[in-house]
């Protein structure tokens, strides 16, 4: 049998798990300092650029496009590799992937600070950065394509089916979340409003964890833990059957996050029922994971790349029990809005990604280098350490979810709410805070010593950036006809990737088109008009510091929100929404019905000094808000994009918009000064108070029974 002689390129696969653990660092760093900011809000220094608002969004992204996502490109450049017995097809196409990704990683770490944010949770950047992430991902994918189809080996490995199936689906979230009308070089607008952009969101949001998150890592995990086990997989028709389901059943979930909102009834059942199945693939492919240690478990206790992967699929499995839990609408009725959720997604954040990432950079970089690991004992330590950080981390975070929940539905005897004041539930959750912070920096510091560990290991390592290698061609085999059907399927990527494409499409397909096109799904309020100039430059700012980040604007059709915040919100409220801001966290109270409750002056000195309002309150001030000018350059253009986004504003009415957005901006800093506040009536605050003030007022709400 001749055999064809070429070489891996392990280059590329370094620089990429080089920049997995810098990347992984700096974006913890950033997650650490969000945490201690909410049990120490002085920790922004008092910096525009450093507050929760802008710097969460920007831990989000780092964690998982620049740590995750590197960490996704290290295993597959390796993987795909010797799975199809080839070089990568293109070395250059390899380096555009490497550095372009980089870059736009950097871009967000410049742009999300600066507040420049479409406030699309996991889709924040904006709309140039969002085109370069496409351009970079179909290099990815083409890459990847032409070395399938390049391939010395017949049939295509389970893990190359998960690598597939994640460039689709992702280019797909990708591209139909994004869709946004650019105002300027970093402004856009959401092409959907309200109920639609919600469920357009929270599809893309759901399935980013699901295929940014979850498919990659599943690829991963059948490749490397048979690896570090020296095993075979477990069950071959169970990865067949994990594959399809999972794929065809993840894109249905989104709408879970919507429960009792104003989504149509319908698309939340089915967000639920999908979510609930959604269990059975899920641990099906944590199943074949840990099954594959049969014979190998003696191993675990002495081999610590096992121990991380051991410890990553048992939070995969733990996390996929519990998102299907928490789609349970009696469950979702505790959980959402709290901490609750913060504790579910770092299970997975932490231990499922984060651990198999850990676990495979330990096994790599021996093999790169041609090296022993520098330190078992230092890995050891950093098992161990991360461990107990997830433990400090996730057991503050449900007992805080826990109480926050008890405390915003408890009445007393005589039927009022027991603690009107939502301060009430913030000051008491404070130490779970610290403690939340002290797990996250147990994790950091275990993670900086895998680094330190690695680093030493390449030094003192000889690293091969060709790695000589040699396979047959590929030959056909005379009983090929007689084989299982999937196999036939194996030896074709491209109609793999078409039917990939088809499976993941039809969720989508059902939830959004009917969304889109029936009426009686979003039924319009005469009385709601569109934003005022000032108002959407109010509302412009809000989005711009991250507001949304710890208020909702939601009222769910509860006894305890309706008592707490007034009438529930209705679906045709927010049709003139682009983007929504329904929010998915509560840290502070919700605001849809804010609206006339507070006189202006209240906001004001809130904004200023919110413990001068607030007494105890984790909010930080924003004193740029009272120096900065209302940019009214940008009216025209803001007037003419919602326009062209089916806002009704009159044709020409551009020409006249700074006009009366100076007559309310007028109106507004009189009203301030009559309550014994000076202020030029162009600062940044007025338009903020001028959106603040419209909140809920478009219809007829009943009043709150109490303040809070």
């Known amino acids: 049998m001749h055999l064809e002689r070429f070489s891996y390129d392990n280059a590329i696969v370094r620089n990429f798990a080089y920049a997995t653990m810098i990347w992984g660092v700096i974006g913890m760093l950033v997650g650490l300092t969000v945490a201690l900011q909410l049990a120490f809000p002085a920790l922004n220094f008092g910096l525009e650029f450093t507050t929760f608002g802008r710097i969460r969004p920007l831990h989000t992204n780092a964690v998982i496009f620049a740590f995750v996502g590197n960490g996704i490109f290290t295993g597959v450049y390796y993987s795909l590799q010797r799975l199809c017995k080839t070089r990568m097809f293109s070395d250059v196409l390899s380096q555009i992937n490497f550095w372009g990704w980089q870059l736009i990683i950097l871009s967000a770490v410049l742009t999300l600070p600066m507040g420049y944010t479409t406030s699309k949770e996991y889709a924040e950047l904006e709309w140039p950065i969002d085109i370069a992430i496409t351009l970079i991902w179909v290099v990815f994918g083409w890459n990847m394509f032409a070395t399938i189809l390049n391939r010395r080996e017949k049939h295509l490995y389970v893990a190359i089916w998960f690598y597939i199936g994640t460039f689709v689906t992702v280019a797909v979230l990708h591209i139909v979340n994004s869709f946004e009308l650019p105002v300027s070089f970093m402004k856009s607008y959401s092409w959907y409003a309200g109920v639609q952009d919600a469920l357009v969101q929270w599809w893309?949001?759901?399935?980013?964890?699901?295929?940014?998150?979850?498919?990659?890592?599943?690829?991963?995990?059948?490749?490397?833990?048979?690896?570090?086990?020296?095993?075979?997989?477990?069950?071959?028709?169970?990865?067949?059957?994990?594959?399809?389901?999972?794929?065809?059943?993840?894109?249905?979930?989104?709408?879970?996050?919507?429960?009792?909102?104003a989504l149509p009834d319908w698309a939340q059942s089915l967000g639920v029922v999908f979510s609930v199945m959604l269990i059975a693939p899920s641990w099906g492919g944590m199943?074949?994971?840990?099954?594959?240690?049969?014979?190998?478990?003696?191993?675990?206790?002495?081999?610590?790349?096992?121990?991380?992967?051991?410890?990553?699929?048992?939070?995969?499995?733990?996390?996929?029990?519990?998102?299907?839990?928490?789609?349970?609408?009696?469950?979702?009725?505790?959980?959402?809005?709290?901490?609750?959720?913060?504790?579910?997604?770092?299970?997975?954040?932490?231990?499922?990604?984060?651990?198999?990432?850990?676990?495979?950079?330990?096994?790599?970089?021996?093999?790169?280098?041609?090296?022993?690991?520098?330190?078992?004992?230092?890995?050891?330590?950093?098992?161990?350490?991360?461990?107990?950080?997830?433990?400090?981390?996730?057991?503050?975070?449900?007992?805080?979810?826990?109480?926050?929940?008890?405390?915003?539905?408890?009445?007393?005897?005589?039927?009022?709410?027991?603690?009107?004041?939502?301060?009430?539930?913030?000051?008491?959750?404070?130490?779970?805070?610290?403690?939340?912070?002290?797990?996250?920096?147990?994790?950091?510091?275990?993670?900086?010593?895998?680094?330190?560990?690695?680093?030493?290991?390449?030094k003192q390592g000889s690293f091969v950036a060709n790695e000589e290698a040699e396979a047959p061609a590929i030959h056909k085999d005379a009983n090929e006809e007689n084989e299982h059907w999937h196999r036939l399927i194996e030896r074709r990527p491209v109609q793999m990737m078409v039917l990939s494409l088809v499976v993941i499409m039809i969720g989508g397909i059902v939830e959004m088109i009917p969304t889109f096109l029936v009426?009686?799904?979003?039924?319009?309020?005469?009385?709601?008009?569109?934003?005022?100039?000032?108002?959407?430059?109010?509302?412009?700012?809000?989005?711009?510091?991250?507001?949304?980040?710890?208020?909702?604007?939601?009222?769910?059709?509860?006894?305890?929100?309706?008592?707490?915040?007034?009438?529930?919100?209705?679906?045709?409220?927010?049709?003139?929404?682009?983007?929504?801001?329904?929010?998915?966290?509560?840290?502070?109270?919700?605001?849809?019905?804010?609206?006339?409750?507070?006189?202006?002056?209240?906001?004001?000195?809130?904004?200023?000094?919110?413990?001068?309002?607030?007494?105890?309150?984790?909010?930080?001030?924003?004193?740029?808000?009272?120096?900065?000018?209302?940019?009214?350059?940008?009216?025209?253009?803001?007037?003419?994009?919602?326009?062209?986004?089916?806002?009704?504003?009159?044709?020409?009415?551009?020409?006249?918009?700074?006009?009366?957005?100076?007559?309310?901006?007028?109106?507004?800093?009189?009203?301030?000064?009559?309550s014994g506040v000076k202020t030029k009536s162009e600062k940044e605050i007025i338009a903020l108070i001028a959106y603040l003030q419209r909140l809920g007022t478009d219809i007829k709400a009943k009043p709150l029974a109490q303040d809070n």
């Open 287 to 458: 199943l074949n994971g840990l099954l594959t240690l049969r014979g190998a478990w003696d191993k675990v206790r002495e081999d610590v790349v096992l121990k991380f992967m051991v410890v990553a699929l048992t939070c995969y499995g733990m996390a996929t029990f519990e998102g299907p839990m928490l789609s349970l609408k009696n469950v979702n009725a505790i959980s959402h809005f709290t901490d609750w959720t913060v504790a579910h997604v770092h299970i997975g954040g932490l231990g499922w990604n984060g651990f198999l990432t850990f676990g495979m950079l330990y096994w790599l970089f021996p093999k790169l280098f041609r090296v022993e690991l520098y330190s078992k004992r230092l890995a050891n330590f950093h098992f161990w350490i991360g461990s107990l950080g997830i433990i400090f981390y996730a057991l503050p975070m449900y007992w805080a979810g826990f109480t926050q929940s008890l405390m915003w539905k408890e009445f007393t005897a005589e039927g009022l709410l027991a603690y009107p004041n939502f301060l009430e539930t913030v000051t008491q959750i404070k130490t779970m805070y610290m403690l939340r912070a002290l797990g996250g920096a147990m994790f950091i510091a275990g993670t900086v010593v895998m680094c330190y560990n690695l680093f030493m290991t390449a």
């Open 519 to 674: 009426k009686s799904n979003i039924p319009t309020i005469a009385s709601v008009k569109p934003y005022t100039p000032l108002e959407l430059h109010g509302r412009d700012l809000y989005i711009k510091e991250g507001c949304n980040n710890c208020h909702s604007q939601m009222v769910r059709p509860f006894r305890s929100e309706t008592e707490r915040y007034g009438e529930y919100s209705k679906a045709g409220e927010f049709i003139y929404d682009h983007p929504h801001l329904w929010g998915s966290k509560r840290t502070g109270p919700d605001i849809h019905r804010v609206g006339g409750k507070y006189p202006d002056s209240w906001h004001y000195n809130h904004m200023l000094d919110p413990e001068s309002m607030s007494p105890g309150s984790i909010m930080p001030p924003y004193p740029w808000l009272f120096e900065y000018d209302i940019d009214t350059n940008a009216t025209p253009g803001k007037i003419t994009a919602m326009r062209q986004l089916g806002v009704p504003y009159p044709k020409g009415y551009e020409a006249q918009a700074n006009e009366d957005l100076r007559k309310q901006a007028n109106e507004i800093s009189e009203r301030l000064k009559e």
């Open 204 to 261: 893309y949001g759901h399935n980013a964890v699901a295929f940014f998150l979850t498919t990659p890592y599943l690829g991963l995990m059948y490749y490397f833990v048979p690896k570090a086990a020296n095993r075979p997989v477990y069950s071959y028709r169970l990865s067949i059957i994990h594959f399809w389901a999972l794929i065809f059943l993840y894109i249905w979930a989104g709408p879970h996050h919507l429960l009792y909102t």
